[in-house]
Each structure stands twice: as C-alpha cells, then as structure tokens.
C-alpha cells in the first residue's frame, strides 16, 4: 500500500533526522571553538570528556581501515556465540529435566532461585581465576547469564503445554520419547525463542564484561586501553562498533525467529480462509 | 455379541486437595455394539466428558470396569480414537504433519504416512490446505483436521466430546453429515458426547441420558429408528423425529431444570 509506504519512509526520515540532529548536537558542544565555554574554564575539557564525534568516526575508520579491530571483534563475536549455543543447550536440557521431573525440581528450587539472584557479573573474577584471562572466562560468564534466561522459559514453556495437545498426542500413540521430542521441545522452544533477544543480548553483555575485567583481548579490552590513557575518542568508537554489532546480532536473531517460529499466529495476520 | 466399548458400574469420585468428595457419576453402565453409533445427552456438568475420559484410559474409575472387545483395559485405550472439545492440533505441525503423526508414532514409512494423510486431507474437503498451520485455518477447518488425524489411525472405537459446539450451526451442520459418511462408508463403534439433543438424535442409533450431576446416572436409553442415511437438517423436520425428539426431551427437562437449580445454589 502506498500510504503506509510513505509513512515508512518519513518514519526512516525522522529518525534519521533525530540521528543527525545529536550528533550535529554532540558536535556543536563539545568543539572548542564553536561555543564560548558555558560550563567548563577551558574550552578543550568538553571534547576530553565526551569526546569529539568527528575524531571518533575517524577512529572507527582508522579501526576499520588498517584492520586492527577484526582480531578484537572477532574474539568478542566468537566469546558471544559459544556463551549463547553453550547456555542455551545448558538451559534447555535443565528446564527440560527439571519442569518432567518433580522430584529434582523441588529439591533443585531453592538453589535455582539463589543462584538466579545472586549479581552473576561478580562470578567473572573468579572465572578469571578459574580459567585463565582467555576466551574460557568470559564465555563461562556469558553462559551463567543466558542459562537462566532459557532455563525459566523452558521450564515454563514445558508447565504450559496444552493439556488437551499432550493428551491428544498421547491418544494417538506417542511414546513418552516422542512426547518429549514432538510436543514438549517445540512447545519450549517457542517460549526460547520468545527469549532468544534478551539471551543473545546477554551473552554479548557478558563477553564485554569479562574482557573489560581481564583480558588481552576482544573490544571491551580495548575501551579498558582506550579509558587506560584517557583516550576519550577511543573508548566512544568502542561503544559505538560495540552498539552497531549489537544490532546486527538483534537483525540475526530477528531472521531466525522469522524462519522458525512460522507456525505462530502473527499480530493482525488475517490469512484465514 | 461381545460389545467394542464396555463400561461396567462405573463410579467416579475426585478428591480435591482440601480433602472434600465430589462423585461425579455413579452404577453406570454403557455398552457399546461394533458398528454403533451411541450419543449421550445430559445436562452441562454431568460428567459427560468424565465418562468418555475413563472410556479412553486418561482417567481410572474408583469402581467398576472397562472392557474393550472383552478384554480389560489397562493404561490408555489402544482401540479408541478421541475427538476433543477444544482444540488438540499440535500448533506447530502443519494440517498434514498434524494428520501423519499418528502413524509417524507408529513408526510408519514417513511417505506413506504423507500419502495416506493427503488422501484423508482430501476425505474431510481439505486438499490443498495441508501446508497451513493450524492458526491459518477457521475453526471448522481444525475441526476436520482433527477428524481426519483420528480417523487415519482406523480406530475401532471412536469417542468424541462436543467436537462441533464451537462451530456455527451451518458448518455444524455440513460436518455431522460428513461425520455420517465417513462413518457409514467403514462403520466403526462411536460414541458421541453433546448436550444438543437435537444433534444426538439425527445421528445416533441409540441415545443414552444421563441425570444431572453430582452422582450422574443413566436415566434414560432410547432407540432411534430413524432411516439411513440420514440428512441431519432434513430429518429434523420428519414427524418420528420430532416424536423422538418430544420423548427424549420429556425425560432430560427434569435433569436439565435440576442441574439449573444447582447452578443457582453455587
């Protein structure tokens, strides 16, 4: 429809606009030139704490350009990915267990419910100590975050299996092997995949973290450099390559979603014939 | 003639958790003919549902037995297929995996199973819908879904619980004489759950009222000697039917008014 083609693209408009207009606004502020000095004495102490957006592009293309980011990304991508597939497995086979089995799961609960809400990012010194300032630790950290996250969607995905479509599937001859395989594991994955966003977020979170507390490697090491000597542009590129890939992370997951979950009904889908 | 279905004295009391009784349905016996086609009409909350669920091995009588073909039944009832009320497509199957599952538990050749379920597809008038999720498709479409996911599996005994009365009274209608086709062409044990008496009526040889509940209790059973086969909206308008009908009705109102009342007490 065209209408609403046009209001996409005035919505894309303005929120390009909004975009522009702060960075227009970051610029403006923080160059020690432009505006008499409001708040600070000395005109260069704005741009040394907030840094200055044009340097900061040029940082991330110098970044880019000489190619000295890849190993740091790749490493930061690379600790995101095994703490999401690690985790999620973890999660989906101790929700699985525990929500079919009553027995473990009242014994398990209070320990479950302590370790839950425990602050886990305290665990990533003492993961460092455990395994060592490499990839090890920081994908052990990723993992204790994301675990939970799946693990309570899929015990709660299991609880809510339809009664009717567990007893009908049972009817029809299924094994107690094919129920777990045909109705429990899809009805949970819909609620992982509900929280696929959230946990794929959390690994990211948790292999930033874990550089930025020790390590020789991956992007949140080098905003701890960049923040080491006071490099104010350095440790802004960092966040923002750090932002961009969490969006191409969120995009990823978005087209997974799209492809797996095509048996839910969609919000105002009327394909009903 | 050994009967397809027996339920013999059954009762059936729950004990909720703070201890309390409730029987739903008391001394009642069913005996269902291979071949026949029984309803059983009762007031809401009688413990019509109840009866089917023990008939299927999802629920253990307090007292009483279930024979299937003579023999005792324990665990689920291999025998029966089972119609639900509400709605029992696993979502995430399309209409065709939802119609192969059964015999993909049964651990048949994946397309052989595809082929037979294409052709129930086509049975129940849904070929070229068997790509579509069940959320795609209109209730009535679902409905013949999980008609034809019960029949690939050639129950001898089929049980269904109000399996049309969410549907509007035109597809109601277009399904009960599809439901007769189906039927009359491989002529299986039914047992058929509704409150409609109408509906029972038209489709049953046999129909079978049940007391208000608690302690429901067979209180009536009436042959239907209506020709075969039937037109579900034409045969209502017959006079045997609507002396069937004024008959039948005679026996349920009292239930009916009871079961009312107990409604208002609560």
Redesign the interface.
């Known amino acids: 429809m065209p209408s609403s083609r046009s209001t996409k693209a005035a919505l894309r408009f303005w929120q390009l606009a909004l975009l522009t207009g702060v960075l227009v606004f970051w610029y403006v502020a923080t160059s020690p030139t432009l505006l008499p000095p409001i708040y600070f004495d000395d005109p260069h102490k704005a741009a040394f704490f907030f840094g200055e957006p044009l340097l900061v592009l040029a940082r991330i293309w110098n970044w880019f350009s000489t190619g000295f980011i890849y190993p740091h990304l790749g490493v930061t991508l690379i600790e995101t990915a095994l703490a999401f597939v690690i985790g999620t497995a973890f999660g989906l086979v101790m929700g699985l267990w525990l929500a079919l089995s009553p027995t473990a799961s009242a014994l398990l609960d209070p320990y479950i419910k302590a370790v839950n809400s425990m602050p886990r990012v305290i665990l990533a010194p003492i993961f460092g100590v455990w395994f060592g300032l490499g990839i090890a630790s920081k994908v052990a950290l990723g993992v204790t975050l994301v675990f939970f996250i799946v693990f309570f969607n899929v015990y709660q995905g299991v609880r809510e299996v ?1 009664y ?2 567990l ?9 107690d092997r ?1 129920l777990l395989r ?2 429990y594991v ?2 949970a994955m ?1 609620w992982v995949f509900a929280s696929l966003h959230n946990s794929v977020g959390l690994a990211f979170v948790g292999a930033v973290v874990g550089e930025y507390l020790g390590s020789s490697r991956g992007v949140g090491y080098v905003i701890l450099q960049a923040e080491g000597t006071f490099d104010i542009n350095s440790v802004f590129a960092g966040i923002l390559v750090l932002t961009a890939f969490a969006l191409v992370l969120d995009w990823m997951v978005t087209l997974a979603e799209r492809r797996l979950l ?4 969609k919000g105002g889908e009327t ?3 | 003639m050994v009967p397809a279905l027996a339920l013999e004295d059954i009762r059936v009391t729950f004990v909720a958790q703070d201890g309390s009784r409730y029987t739903a349905i008391r001394d009642t016996t069913l005996r269902v003919a291979p071949g026949e086609f029984v309803s059983v009409v009762g007031p809401t909350g009688c413990g019509k549902s109840t009866l089917l669920n023990i008939a ?1 091995g ?1 629920l253990q009588p307090s007292a009483g037995r279930v024979r299937v073909f003579g023999e005792p039944l324990a665990g ?3 025998k ?3 119609l ?1 009320q ?9 209409a065709l995996e939802n119609v192969t ?2 015999l ?3 651990g048949v050749d994946s397309a052989e199973a595809k082929r037979q379920a294409q052709a129930w597809l086509q049975r129940v008038g849904l070929s070229g819908f068997g790509e579509r ?6 209730g009535g ?1 679902r409905k013949r879904v999980a008609l034809a ?2 029949l690939i ?1 050639d129950p001898e005994i089929i049980l269904m619980d109000e399996p049309f009365s969410a549907l509007d009274i035109q597809t109601r209608q277009l399904m009960e004489n599809e439901l007769l086709e189906l039927w009359a062409a491989n002529r299986k044990s039914v047992v058929f759950i509704t409150h409609d008496l109408e509906e029972a009526i038209s489709l049953s040889d046999r129909v079978v009222v049940l007391a208000a509940g608690p302690e429901s209790r067979p209180i009536g059973e009436f042959a239907i000697d209506l020709p075969r086969p039937r037109d579900v909206a034409e045969i209502r308008l017959t006079p045997r039917f609507i002396e069937l009908h004024t008959q039948i009705w005679h026996a349920m109102k009292a239930e009916v008014l009871k079961s009312y009342a107990q409604q208002q007490k609560h």
């Open positions: 339809s009717t479509v007893a009908n599937a049972r009817i029809l001859g299924a094994s094919q045909h109705v899809p009805s819909s095509v048996w839910q009904p394909e009903k014939i | 299927v999802l689920l009832n291999r029966a297929g089972y639900f509400t709605e029992a497509l696993m979502p995430w199957r399309t599952a059964g993909e538990f049964r999720y069940p959320h795609q498709l209109s479409m996911q019960t599996l």
